[in-house]
């Protein structure tokens, strides 16, 4: 298989004015986007960008964020996105854990940049979209440059992109995707998604998301149209549907919900939509079903994956959307596997199957699983076992049909509107407070996030509520901090010091009918 800029080059050369991008009111042909992402590629191969070496953007979904991703690749170096509605000192942490020698940064996230010149260790140019106050502007740094055409410095096992997740010790770890794991899904997606070259696929998730990134790609791998929106924005994401006719789109269930709950939505014309493709975050009977009814021209498919595992594993035909149907069931199932995935579940604790129905940790074995996590070599040994198979940390169980049913989480991550949330890393910060002895952060229901990140405290002092909230949103993004604390006398723990999460989560949990919401 080719390298996913020798596929961009293909493209260009065989479809070269056909457009590649809509972005607002911008549109790019796939002639002028392959020479822009050469012109990216010179621009940071000048100051030295060479193999394996990392270049950080921080921005919402951008022409700019797509090019710079083919233009890192084309060269052998490799983007890393990061989430936007980081910490300023989150931030810093993931550029310097990057080592990005170059660091982009979009117009709104100057403050941040300002905010963390002083902390970045590796990094020797910063560039910002639009330029202003004394910062290298983008387009004349890129217009400096001769679009020579690099050679393409890649090879298929290289790192495409290092996506970061959070991981249970509170520091985020940089999840490395190759060509080839892109490669291996992507075909998939041709035939599952009837991609076809009439296909109009919106970008609507963030570009630093596992979903918004393999999007990205997937529109330059099928050489199709792709329509970016620049951040995830119920309204504006419909009226594009309507103004640029999009056929297929992925939304995370809360925007679902949200259409719901505006009457103007009603009023956009989606009958172009072909698939909604929704995921990340699980979903309710009662959003799903009022989606169906707002489009009912449009076929629904669940998607199920990871980060580290480039996107999705897992679909649900749209064929099993039916809720009155003889397999109504399979509606609240995560789908079957993709055709090059395995799925096993196993004891958590012996690695041992569990027969088909009992609930286990769901284990995968597919050419989409990562090549790692950056610099970790034993995070990396702990998730992806010797014969191939990737710990997802979810609990499931597969039906004798094959189809897979997330029941739990191994992992105390919380989902919160499709973030990802790690408790640890919030209690950390929790127990950073002076008068918190103990803490434990819990994942409780929430009707419009699906579920909101609570705190659960010991204190030595008589401390308001919203102090503890507080301090936690001055040092962590907002969707990260607790909606929520309660005082407790002491938090349960089991013998060995570990925090028994399930017990603490458990009344508020009563009444569902699994344990994510």
């Not at 970061?164 to 190759?178: F, N, R």
Request: net charge negative; hydrophobic share 40%.
């Amino acid at each position: 298989m080719p390298s996913l800029t020798e596929v961009l080059r293909e493209r260009a050369q065989r479809h070269p004015d056909r457009i590649a991008f809509h972005a607002g009111d911008s549109s790019i042909t796939y002639r002028d986007f392959d020479r822009r992402v050469d012109r990216a590629a010179a621009a940071l191969a000048a100051p030295g960008v060479g193999h394996g070496d990392r270049v950080a953007v921080l921005d919402k979904n951008s022409l700019e964020y797509a090019e710079q991703l083919f233009g890192a690749a084309r060269i052998g170096a490799v983007q890393v996105p990061i989430n936007y509605r980081l910490a300023p000192d989150e931030v810093a942490y993931i550029v310097n854990n990057a080592k990005a020698k170059v660091f982009i940064v979009g117009p709104e996230f100057v403050p941040v940049l300002d905010a963390i010149a002083g902390k970045l260790e590796h990094t020797d140019h910063t560039i910002v979209i639009g330029g202003g106050d004394g910062h290298q502007d983008y387009e004349t740094w890129l217009a400096a440059q001769e679009p020579g055409g690099p050679v393409d410095a890649t090879d298929t096992t290289d790192v495409f992109v290092q996506l970061y997740s959070s991981g249970t010790t509170g520091l985020p770890k940089g999840v490395m995707l190759t060509h080839d794991n892109f490669n291996s899904v992507l075909p998939l997606s041709n035939d599952i998604w009837n991609i076809d070259d009439s296909t109009v696929l919106m970008v609507a998730m963030p570009m630093y998301h596992v979903a918004g990134n393999a999007l990205t790609v997937c529109v330059i791998f099928d050489g199709i149209t792709g329509v970016i929106a620049r951040e995830p924005d119920p309204m504006a994401i419909a009226r594009d549907i309507e103004g640029r006719r999009v056929t297929h789109v992925f939304l995370v269930p809360v925007l679902l919900q949200f259409w719901q709950l505006m009457p103007e939505v009603a009023e956009v014309d989606m009958s172009s939509l072909q698939l909604l493709l929704y995921g990340a975050s699980p979903i309710s009977d009662e959003v799903l079903r009022g989606a169906m009814g707002m489009l009912p021209g449009t076929d629904f498919m669940q998607v199920y994956g990871l980060t580290e595992t480039t996107g999705a594993i897992t679909s649900l035909p749209s064929a099993d959307h039916d809720p009155d149907g003889p397999h109504a069931h399979r509606i609240r199932s995560a789908g079957i596997p993709n055709p090059s995935c395995e799925l096993k579940i196993v004891d958590p604790a012996t690695l041992e199957e569990v027969p088909t129905g009992q609930v286990g940790e769901i284990l995968c074995r597919t050419p989409q699983n990562m090549k790692g996590y950056w610099g970790m070599a034993e995070a990396t040994e702990a998730a992806l076992l010797p014969d191939g198979f990737f710990r997802t940390g979810d609990a499931g169980y597969l039906d004798e049909d094959g189809y897979l049913f997330i029941h739990d989480r191994v992992k105390d991550m919380i989902i919160s509107g499709g973030e990802n949330i790690y408790p640890a890393e919030v209690e950390n910060v929790l127990m950073g407070h002076p008068h918190v002895t103990d803490c434990a952060v819990i994942g409780v229901p929430d009707e419009k996030w699906g579920e909101r990140p609570k705190g659960i405290v010991v204190l030595d002092a008589d401390v308001p509520e919203q102090e503890l909230i507080d301090y936690c949103r001055e040092r962590l993004a907002h969707f990260k901090c607790p909606s929520s604390v309660e005082r407790r006398d002491a938090i349960p723990r089991n013998p060995t010091g570990k925090i028994l999460k399930r017990e603490l989560r458990a009344p508020y949990w009563e009444g569902q009918d699994r344990a994510v919401h």
